[in-house]
């Protein structure tokens, strides 16, 4: 069986300690994720998981299974193969002024902002699907990178569907 | 009508028909039992020598009746002697309700003296677990936990409740028993897809699980088998759910199943799993599980579906429905060959254990004991045992005659579970109460004697002696060599004085008529008895399928 990436969203009460649950249940039943987020959504009784998990169907067809049992948890689909899927990293690089001119051009080109400048270093925010955040990573590494942080992905469906009207 | 919050507690159980508790006082749970004490003659509290003990009570009072079990235990150490009770009941999915007082929410977090996040610790282990903070929650929160406990795949929960809650006042409104929330019915065309699989099939095996156990449904499964020539198997939860007179049933298969039981599955083309899980003890090796037959599953955890073997159609919702429309859609068949084969592997089976049985020299085999509980037994009676060898010997050997008769720690495999499970079965039932147990498992929880004794409990304790730890020495005589590393006991303790101690009636018995004799006593007695019973330390459980293995390499002889 094939090994796909897919993407779950997850909609669970938004109460304390109820992310410990949809986790403790990744780590007891050996389900690897490659990225999970939670934040806040249109209904603020609920919170939205999103997970990214590469696995075959049996593998996907037993988390959303086990998910589903989870009392906490009220509703749980595996998004359509190309949903539109976004991250945001901040990442600090040095600033040599050799390199000044291609950092600028690659956050021209990237559509990304410096977000501080000294002449030692700038940090620069970068908005994409996890892709796009690799290459500006890869691009980055012979200039230095000194500290990175990512969000990891929020992913939403094309269209007017919702994961309540599904 | 104004309440405390220990008040409304006990008020919100007898609302929910709740009529014994097990459990042991403490500090953080003062108010609760001062709140027993006010409504005592509602509500019997059952005090255990050990929260373990009151766990498994609770859960022996569930298996044995299909009632929501309750133990109550205090914050720290005494939540954490539930644990193992709870975990019991969670693998063999019994639903219990778990109370356990906690320090008010002003000490919460500060390590305060026995606080533990017992929430946190139990949470891989329950169904669902609450931390009650409000007390204007706390009605509704047990209610809930009622209702988890027992919808759908039944399951252990877990209510902890701080003292400031137990201490506080608000008002109590009394509400029906919160329903069993009732499962969704397969649609049509599942079951039509199913009827055609049975139909198709020539080797049918119907594969009976915990699942359904409390269904009522063995004379169901009995007709079917007839209808379409099928014979019957059982998983070790699924032991007494059907009726064990009928000759179509083959008895437990897997690791310590019956022969004809194992292969015939094997050999099967078609297996109708009701309420089976498909534990690694019941499959062995999975790759090679049943690989000529379809699977069709009934459960209703939609996660139990291809989670251990991949099955060609799995039925998710109310499984007695399921069962009696693929039923009622089966055409009648027969066939012989099927049958005449089953029959020849039945006949191998006597041989193996007619072999078994002529080799064995011991002045008192395991295979006599339960040949005279058979036969001395009253109808009705409740066999719990503790795990080891007897409790794989009662799964062969013992005949049950209604469902809920058999209750044992089967996905956990707890040692010491059997003697609070005994306690818990006949609070719930007053029918008669047989433990079969070995001395390394009594061992484990024998303090719960002193409650039996205290509480009129009149089990009876077949306690099978041999000196050592019986299934690992098996596991070590045919795997490790004979390296027997710490599972040779050597304890000098005399179990009939120590009975007698507790006072508790015993006996001795080294020979047929020694138990035979014991035992009609012991059953007539009215209070607990210990029957030491010595058995030969190298008996063994066979058949053995080694785990991992394949119906291949079943052992039948040594």
């Known amino acids: ?166 | 009508m104004k309440l405390t919050g220990a008040q409304i507690l006990i008020k919100t159980l007898i609302e929910q028909g709740v009529t014994d508790v097990f459990g042991y006082p403490g500090g953080q749970v003062i108010n609760i039992y001062d709140a027993l004490y006010q409504y005592k003659d509602e509500i019997n509290h059952v005090l255990t020598a050990h929260e373990q003990g009151a766990a498994h009570a609770a859960d022996g009072y569930s298996r044995a009746t299909g009632k929501v079990g309750v133990c109550i235990a205090t914050s720290g150490p005494g939540a954490t002697n539930l644990v193992t009770g709870i975990a019991t009941a969670m693998l063999d999915s019994i639903p219990m309700v778990a109370i356990t007082g906690n320090v008010p929410c002003s000490l919460i977090g500060k390590d305060s003296f026995q606080e533990i996040d017992i929430t946190g610790i139990t949470l891989p282990i329950t169904k669902h677990n609450f931390f009650v903070n409000k007390i204007e929650d706390l009605a509704d929160t047990i209610r809930e936990a009622f209702s988890i406990a027992k919808s759908g795949r039944p399951g252990p929960v877990l209510v902890d409740i701080p003292k400031d809650v137990q201490v506080g006042s608000f008002e109590y409104e009394p509400q029906p028993i919160a329903e069993k929330l009732p499962l969704p019915k397969v649609g049509e065309s599942l079951i039509e897809q199913a009827a055609k699989l049975v139909n198709e099939a020539e080797r049918p095996y119907i594969y009976i699980g915990g699942g359904a156990a409390g269904l009522g449904m063995g004379n169901d499964v009995v007709a079917l088998a007839e209808k379409i020539d099928a014979v019957i198997g059982c998983s070790f939860m699924g032991l007494s759910a059907v009726p064990q007179e009928s000759e179509r049933f083959l008895g437990m298969q897997g690791m310590h199943g019956h022969y004809a039981s194992s292969v015939a599955q094997d050999e099967a083309d078609l297996i109708l799993a009701v309420g089976v899980r498909f534990s690694d003890r019941a499959t062995g090796n999975v790759a090679k599980f049943a690989k000529r037959s379809k699977i069709v599953q009934l459960d209703p955890d939609c996660a139990e579906i291809n989670k251990n073997v991949r099955v060609d159609l799995g039925l998710v919702g109310d499984v007695y429905d399921s069962f009696t429309r693929i039923a009622a859609k089966c055409k009648k068949k027969s066939s012989p060959e099927w049958i005449s084969r089953v029959r020849q592997l039945k006949a191998d089976e006597l041989a193996f254990e007619e072999e078994i049985a002529q080799a064995d020299k011991s002045p008192l085999t395991p295979k006599q004991v339960f040949e005279i509980i058979n036969a001395e037994k009253p109808a009705g009676t409740i066999i719990t045992t503790d795990v080891g060898q007897h409790q794989m010997w009662t799964a062969q050997y013992v005949t049950f005659d209604r469902p809920r008769r058999f209750v044992s720690s089967g996905g956990l495999g707890t040692m010491g579970f059997g003697l609070g499970a005994a306690m818990g079965a006949y609070v719930a039932t007053k029918d008669p109460t047989i433990l079969i147990t070995g001395d390394g498992s009594f061992g484990m929880n024998l303090n719960e004697l002193a409650t039996a004794v205290t509480y009129k409990i009149p089990v009876v304790i077949v306690l099978m002696n041999n000196g050592v730890l019986g299934m690992v020495r098996q596991w070590q005589t045919l795997f490790f060599g004979k390296r027997y590393s710490n599972t040779v006991l050597e304890r000098k303790t005399d179990f009939v004085a120590l009975a007698k101690a507790f006072g508790a009636d015993a006996y001795l018995a080294e020979t047929p008529v020694d138990f035979r004799k014991a035992f009609k006593a012991a059953m007539g007695a009215g209070k607990p008895v210990v029957i030491d019973v010595r058995i030969d330390k190298d008996e063994m459980v066979l058949p053995m399928l080694p785990p991992g293995g394949a119906i291949s390499d079943i052992i039948t002889k040594v």
């Open chain 1, 1 to 166: 069986m094939e090994n796909n990436k897919f993407v779950i969203a997850v909609y669970v009460e938004n109460k304390a300690g109820v992310l410990t649950r949809v986790t403790g249940m990744f780590t007891r039943r050996g389900f690897n994720i490659d990225a999970l987020t939670v934040g806040e959504t249109e209904r603020p009784e609920y919170s939205r998981i999103t997970i990214c998990m590469s696995g075959d169907d049996y593998a996907k067809a037993q988390m959303i299974n086990q998910l589903k049992k989870l009392l906490v948890v009220k509703k749980v689909e595996v998004l359509d193969d190309e949903p539109i899927k976004r991250e945001l990293m901040l990442i600090k690089v040095k600033n040599e002024s050799e390199n000044r001119s291609e950092i600028m051009t690659a956050v021209d080109v990237f559509r990304a902002s410096v977000i501080d400048y000294s002449t030692e270093g700038m940090c620069i925010e970068v908005t994409g699907n996890p892709s796009k955040i690799d290459a500006f990573v890869k691009l980055m590494q012979p200039f230095g990178i000194l500290e990175m942080c990512r969000t990891g992905i929020v992913a939403l469906d094309r269209g007017t569907s919702t994961l309540f009207s599904k």
